[in-house]
């Protein structure tokens, strides 16, 4: 506040500040020695008076003559202060009382001396009468010890606070007058500064102005002269420096004038170069989508050739060459994909998706396609994923297992024994988002300082002698950090030579809405179950993976100690229901490891074998698969197994039920131009049993979709005339013309460049498949665009199947497979689809009096899924019958429908008379 202050106010407070403090101290301090004085010679008044009372009353109190003492205390009252007198005998009884009644209370008083107590308004004596008072009044024969009686006397403070009022009042005025004489001496002092201070301000404001001509007269005083003159020095000084500055700019704008003919030649020529480098970049974007077209479609026909032919009867060395082919081919493959992610990044076009995906099946899945190579070199593979980490994350999963999948596949690549870890821990959150960090780390060869600093540089590797043993491109880490970057994120290493390295990416990513599920809920919690792992890590996060299963893990160190354990289990604690073996064929030969297991089932105790990917053949042969998982373990498959194992009560599932088996094949249209291509495909299809219609041309495709109808076709975007973007519009405008029900078209394509995805869609296709492809990238488009499931050869059963009329409505041995031969689950299950049997078919009839086919294949669908876990085979046969006519639109749809309400009838009907029969077997009441 001081700083905000100017000169003038600066003064007043350096001038009155110290004089009031000096002048508040001294007045007080005056004022209260002043009241003191008063106070004190009003006490000392009020005791030298009772001290005369004391002989003139003792004569009367000693002749008890009233009158006298009358007269004494009305004389008393005239003395200055003197409020009322009382005389009192020695019992203390009034005998005598002037003017008015006393306030303050009574002193108490010993007998012999003064006593005095005092108010706010009045100060009381009192005093004893003794007899040598009466000696002082000439009365020789009085007793001097004798108590005679006592004198009351109390003063009134009034005058004595008057007085002190008017002290006061006189201090105050005092001090009041310094202070003004005070302030009127310091603003004039102020005023002979701060004038020539404004005179000084104002000429510094025109010398601001750009008035440098300006120079400050005499000011009156030495220091501020010797300012002024300092300022019309510098005014001098800059008015010759703008003289000199302005000659210099009149000289420059003559040298810009003589070469603006030469930058506007280098403009033009620099704009021509911009031009050429766009162009040349196009070009190489066209080169680049070109080549990968070229490149994939005869890699489309070796991957998938080989695929078909490896399951055909081959020699051993004959599988041999198709091994190293397909290898081959998958490594070209991958560098293509890297040179193309490359030029994406370079060339800014690399668009990142925002979509929800679960960071737990992210790492893990990752991990499983990376385990073969891993485990062929014993190296064990561990996720461990802190359990305060946000799993639902939005981002762009497929980059980020892109990234992860570099990261792992190097590090297996420079490890030769030991372990990799991924670990994924929270480093800090807020209500929508998460920072995350995500590490992988290995026991390999480690890094020196200088592979460090040329580690994340395009076409760089951390060996690249001639015997180095990792191959690759040199270009997945720096593929790694450009999408770490674009992401917001960044990416690290901290190595040591010979001790291994961890790479770590930090990511800050919005949190998706929702929980992972967990297939175990609550059903586990209870369960008791035994861990064997060798491998500290590995066990580790087993150990972590069964607790949040809402397991109770105890481990141990062999299976001789768990077998011993089961053995000395005392009864009143919960039986260890089942058994985590993490073993290796070395370790644990499979025949072995059997009879361990079965001297484990003789106490009740069941087992679950982890093993390495490349093993875990040989432990399928002596073991059921759903015993046998391979390592590293994925949570939602232990999940499962453990369920099946504890015969735990399924959870429904919040997705819906799987689609129906077919009862008819799926008719496939295949557009491509390409023999090879167009050969795979329907070679593919035709093994799952699909009814395939192949053509070369978009002209031929639009002419057969026109005659016949398909459930899907399969599109190839580069074609030579009607490309496979023209031949989808030239359908989709005869559908709309013909008002027929659009057919899915999905296109096949080798391109990846950005905004492929986008253009294809916009384009009126419906998906997309990149090249090469495979039979489960063919299923999954096939089922969910048709809600057709391949599997093997299918046949039309359309003539063969059984008639509603002789399915059974109620089946309850079925049931009860169905529910793993629980009665109570079967019950359960049963009593679920009877309880909304009611609404679903009153649902249903209401959509098919409305046309609503949205609802209804809704209605049906959940129906369905319904009655595959329950035996009731008339309505399962209803329910998919009904389903696929709606689907396909059959023209039997709704005679299928009608075949529907007949079996929601007919089983309400069963369930009704078969509580009718229970309720009558059941014991009547006699009273």
Not at 123 to 152: C, I, M, N, Q, Y
Not at 177 to 203: C, E, F, H, K, Y
Not at 212 to 228: M, Q
Request: hydrophobic content about 40%; proline content about 5%; charged content about 25%.
């Amino acid at each position: 506040m001081f700083k905000d202050l100017g000169i003038k106010g600066r003064v007043l407070l350096l001038t009155l500040l110290p004089t009031s403090l000096l002048a508040l101290v001294l007045g007080g301090y005056f004022t209260w020695v002043q009241l003191s004085d008063m106070r004190a010679q009003l006490i000392e008044r009020g005791q030298l008076i009772a001290e005369q009372l004391a002989p003139l009353s003792a004569p009367a109190l000693a002749q008890n003559n009233t009158g006298l003492l009358a007269r004494i205390a009305n004389e008393a009252l005239d003395q200055p202060d003197v409020r009322a007198v009382t005389f009192l005998d020695a019992d203390r009884e009034k005998l005598v009382h002037a003017g008015p009644s006393i306030l303050t209370p009574m002193p108490s008083g010993d007998g012999a001396h003064l006593s005095m107590a005092s108010s706010l308004d009045t100060t009381h004596f009192l005093l004893p009468v003794l007899g040598k008072h009466r000696s002082l009044s000439g009365d020789p024969d009085a007793d001097g010890e004798k108590l005679l009686g006592w004198v009351e006397l109390e003063l009134s403070h009034h005058g004595t606070l008057l007085r002190s009022y008017r002290s006061l009042f006189t201090s105050l005025m005092l001090i009041i007058t310094g202070l003004v004489v005070t302030a009127l001496l310091a603003l004039r002092m102020s005023r002979a500064i701060n004038a020539p201070l404004a005179q000084i301000a104002q000429g510094v404001a025109q010398l601001k102005e750009g008035r440098l001509e300006t120079r400050l007269p005499s000011l009156g005083s030495h220091e501020l002269d010797e300012l002024a003159g300092g300022i019309n020095r510098m005014a001098e000084a800059l008015q010759s420096a703008q003289e000199e500055m302005q000659h210099n700019i009149d000289q420059a704008t003559e040298d810009v004038r003589q070469n603006l003919e030469t930058i506007e030649i280098q403009n033009i020529e620099l704009d021509l170069a911009r031009k050429e480098a766009l162009e040349a970049s196009r070009i190489k974007s066209e080169f680049l989508a070109n080549m990968s077209h070229e490149i994939r479609t005869p890699l489309n026909g070796i991957i998938g050739f080989t695929n078909l032919l490896n399951k055909s009867d081959l020699s051993t060395r004959q599988k041999d060459y198709l091994a190293t082919i397909h290898k081959s081919a998958e490594s070209l493959l991958g560098i293509i994909n890297e040179i193309l992610d490359f030029s994406k990044i370079e060339a800014g076009k690399l668009i990142l998706e925002n979509i929800p995906f679960n960071l737990r099946e992210l790492i893990q899945d990752t991990l499983t396609i990376l385990a073969p190579s891993a485990h062929e070199k014993q190296l064990e593979l561990v996720s461990l994923i802190y359990r305060d980490t946000p799993l639902q994350l939005i981002g762009d999963p497929q980059r980020l297992k892109q990234v992860l999948t570099n990261l792992v596949s190097n590090a297996i690549k420079f490890t030769q024994d030991g372990s990799i870890a991924v670990r994924a821990m929270l480093e800090d959150e807020s209500d929508d988002r998460a920072q995350l960090r995500i590490s992988v780390k290995d026991t390999g060869v480690g890094l020196s300082d200088e592979d460090l600093r040329a580690l994340f540089q395009a076409f760089s590797q951390a060996d690249n002698s001639l015997s180095r043993q990792a191959g690759g491109t040199g270009m997945g880490l720096v593929i790694s950090k450009r999408l770490i970057e674009q992401m917001g994120g960044e990416i690290g290493v901290d190595s040591t030579t010979d001790e291994g390295s961890e790479f770590w990416i930090s990511l800050n990513l919005p949190k998706a809405r929702g929980e992972e599920e967990n297939l175990l809920a609550e059903l586990a919690v209870g369960q008791h179950v035994a861990l064997y792992e060798p491998h500290e890590l590995t066990r580790t996060a087993l150990h972590h993976q069964l607790e949040d299963c809402g397991l109770e893990v105890s481990e141990f160190r062999d299976l001789a100690s768990l077998a011993r354990a089961l053995a000395d289990a005392p009864k009143d604690k919960p039986p260890i229901a089942l058994a985590m073996l993490g073993v290796t064929a070395a370790t644990h030969p499979p025949e072995l490891l059997r009879q361990s297991i079965r001297e484990l089932e003789q106490y009740g105790c069941k087992a679950l074998v982890f093993c390495p990917t490349i093993e875990q053949s040989l432990y399928n042969a002596v073991l059921p698969d759903h015993q046998v998982q391979s390592k590293p373990v994925c949570t939602r498959k232990l999940q499962l197994a453990i369920t099946e194992l504890l015969q735990l009560r399924p959870i429904p599932r919040k997705d819906k039920p799987p689609p129906p088996p077919l009862e008819r094949p799926p008719r496939i249209l295949c557009v491509d131009d390409n023999p090879a291509n167009l050969l795979l495909v329907t070679t593919l299809l035709g093994d799952m049993g699909a009814e395939v219609v192949a053509v070369d041309n978009g002209q031929a495709a639009v002419e057969r979709v026109q005659r016949e109808r398909f459930d899907l076709v399969f599109m190839d975007v580069q074609m030579p005339g009607m490309d496979g973007r023209q031949a989808t519009d030239a359908i989709r405008a005869w559908e709309i013309d013909r008002q027929v029900s659009p057919v899915p078209v999905v296109a096949l394509t080798a391109h990846a460049l950005a905004n492929e995805k986008r253009a294809l869609m916009q384009s009126g296709l419906d998906d997309y498949l990149t090249k090469p492809i495979d039979e489960r990238q063919l299923a999954q488009v096939l089922l969910k665009w048709t809600g057709m499931r391949l599997g093997g050869p299918i046949e039309d059963h359309r003539d063969t199947e059984p008639g509603l009329e002789t399915l059974s409505v109620l089946d309850p041995a079925e049931g009860l497979r169905l529910a793993a031969g629980k009665p109570e689950l079967a019950a359960d299950m049963l009593g679920m689809l009877l309880a909304s049997l009611s609404s679903d078919r009153q649902v249903i009839r209401q959509a098919r009096e409305r046309k609503d086919r949205n609802t209804l294949l809704e209605r049906i669908h959940r129906l369905h899924g319904a009655t595959r876990y329950c035996g009731v085979p008339m309505l399962r046969v209803a329910c998919l019958r009904a389903e696929t006519a709606i689907k396909q639109g059959d023209p039997d749809a709704p005679a299928a429908l009608d075949e529907l309400d007949m079996a929601m009838a007919a089983l309400a009907k069963a369930t009704e008379n078969r509580d009718t029969e229970a309720d009558a077997e059941l014991p009547q009441d006699t009273h």
